[in-house]
């Protein structure tokens, strides 16, 4: 069996410019998927808090009622039509990462941030907070209700990605 000649000078292997070149692919290609893995996180984590919400949004619009009724499990008693929360105050509800209230988070905790509480884990926060309405005469004033679901509740407030839900009730 006849083998063709090797060519005494003839090098076997990858080039310098070779090299630099994948190096140079290989600095551009990384943090770019890099940069998309981490855009994929907060996408999951934004539907999943959306996902989520459907839980927690009710949670908190029965605690509302549940105040103005005169029997809260978490926060002071209000009258019909009375805004909330007092001036100077915070209402905001720990969430589990399922969406299932934990507790009544202090102002302090609140915008600081926390992973647990009680010993059980803490994905989101939700603060609650309305205003009342001028009514035209003859009508029952609204109050404008608004719902601010802000996660991860580890990360302090200005870190937080927020879903805000607004509602008007009697």
């Not at 019909?80 to 209402?91: E, I, M, T």
């Not at 202090?106 to 205003?131: C, F, H, Q």
């Not at 679901?149 to 937080?160: F, G, Q």
Request: proline fraction near 8%.
């Amino acid at each position: 069996m006849n083998h063709p000649a090797r060519h005494p000078h003839c090098c076997c292997g990858a080039t310098l410019i070779e090299a630099v070149i994948a190096v140079g692919v290989l600095a551009v290609v990384v943090p770019l998927v890099f940069g998309t893995l981490a855009e994929a996180g907060k996408s999951g984590l934004a539907s999943e808090a959306e996902t989520r919400s459907t839980w927690m949004i009710p949670a908190c619009m029965e605690e509302i009622q549940a105040s103005r009724d005169g029997r809260p499990q978490y926060f002071t008693a209000t009258a019909s039509g009375q805004a909330f929360p007092p001036a100077g105050d915070v209402w905001a509800l720990a969430f589990s990462p399922e969406g299932k209230p934990v507790g009544r988070l202090s102002k302090a905790l609140s915008n600081k941030g926390l992973k647990e509480l009680d010993g059980k884990p803490v994905r989101y926060i939700a603060l609650l907070s309305a205003t009342t309405q001028a009514a035209a005469s003859g009508t029952t004033p609204l109050m404008k209700t608004r719902i601010s679901i802000e996660y991860p509740a580890a990360a302090p407030t200005a870190k937080r990605a927020k879903l805000d839900f607004h509602t008007c009730i009697p």
